[in-house]
């Protein structure tokens, strides 16, 4: 099945590359120099994504990343290009314009194109500063549970950092900074620390920063669909060696105050039920739920859960695919009330491929839980 789905993604990509590119074609007055370019310029975007999935992991690090900067940012920009034709053909198929006035503008028109690409330079240009900025979301919670001294607990969470070839050490700094200002009790982490190869983490020391993150209570995290990519044994070990406690398919009971049970991720097919994670705590304790992949949220509910936090979705990156992510999830993203269960599924601090939100945020949650 996940064969079938490689080919299938492959087939249409290719497909759809060879669509955007044919129209650039008829869009720009073409001589020998422009032909090549042209050419060019669809080999490296198209090449460098099959280029590091198939060979990525043998070149040096810093060529890789060159080539998953590059591969996966044209996913994205290739998508834009792609709605952007194809709204244009529909017109020219619907005959609200004229098809000769039309053609002024969408054939041998450098003008035209430049306008097109100038226009989702911008879009792309917008997004990526979008993800520069982190957003500190503010999320105050009441349970009916007693906490212990002073009933309140600072807790900052964030997911899917996705830290490898694209997220590089020097983000991860910049995060840190963030996250210790918030002077934390607790920092729980929802998955997705990895990206794909924990060979970028290595070559950069990554752990030596990871290490820094303060609070009161430690760090948690739990493992995420990434984490099986990357090699889950191996991801283990190196979440482990970064001074971070990993919590696989068990409960922890922090400071006699208030659980954190950590899921196993969804990838894992064996991993146990919510309900025997839980059976045999004590109830009368606030109980937070780490949960990569926001599915069945009402088991929570029914486990008596006070607070779920979850990632995974990034709510789609961009739009429209934020869209199907909002389709396919109960709750693809922010805070939603279940009983006496209080969800939020966060849109993650980094991302999967191409540095670009539009339509979502990088974020990270500062919850302040108080006993009502």
Not at 91 to 98: C, H
Not at 256 to 273: E, I
Not at 317 to 337: A, C, H, N, V
Request: charged fraction near 20%; proline fraction near 3%; include cysteine.
């Amino acid at each position: 099945m996940k064969y079938l789905f490689f080919i299938v993604f492959l087939s249409l990509f290719l497909a759809g590359n060879y669509y955007v590119f044919y129209r650039a074609w008829t869009v720009i007055p073409l001589n020998a120099i422009t032909r090549s370019l042209l050419i060019g310029i669809a080999v490296i975007l198209v090449g460098s994504i099959f280029l590091l999935f198939l060979a990525g992991e043998h070149f040096p690090v810093s060529v890789t990343s060159v080539l998953y900067t590059i591969g996966t940012s044209w996913l994205f920009i290739f998508l834009y290009f792609f709605i952007f034709n194809l709204l244009t053909d529909l017109i020219r198929a619907s005959r609200l314009v004229p098809r000769d006035t039309l053609n002024q503008y969408t054939k041998d028109n450098w003008l035209s194109f430049g306008l097109t690409v100038g226009f989702i330079g911008l879009l792309m240009l917008c997004g990526y500063l979008k993800y520069r900025i982190k957003e500190r979301v503010d999320l105050p919670i009441e349970i009916t549970k007693n906490i212990g001294d002073g009933d309140s607990l600072t807790i900052v969470a964030l997911s899917d950092m996705h830290l490898g070839y694209g997220i590089g050490k020097r983000e991860l700094q910049q995060w840190v900074e963030l996250i210790n200002k918030e002077n934390p009790d607790i920092v729980l982490i929802a998955g997705d620390i990895i990206d794909s190869s924990l060979r970028p983490l290595i070559a950069q020391n990554m752990s030596e920063d990871l290490r820094k993150i303060k609070s009161k209570y430690g760090v948690y995290t739990v493992m995420g669909n990434h984490e099986y990519i990357s090699g889950a044994a191996a991801s283990a070990k190196f979440i482990e060696e970064s001074g971070i406690k990993l919590i696989r398919d068990s409960a922890v009971l922090i400071d006699s105050m208030f659980y954190v049970v950590g899921r196993d991720d969804k990838s894992n097919p064996n991993r146990k039920p919510l309900a025997m994670l839980t059976d045999s705590l004590d109830k009368s304790k606030p109980i937070i739920l780490l949960d990569h992949q926001p599915y069945n949220l009402e088991e929570a509910e029914n486990n008596g859960v006070d607070i779920q936090f979850s990632g995974h979705t990034h709510r789609g990156q961009i739009w429209p695919i934020s869209l199907i992510t909002d389709m396919i999830y109960e709750d693809s993203y922010g805070y939603l009330k279940k009983g006496n269960t209080n969800v939020y599924v966060s849109s993650g601090m980094g991302l999967w491929g191409g540095k670009f939100r539009i339509g979502t945020q990088s974020e990270y949650a500062v919850i302040k839980m108080k006993t009502k």
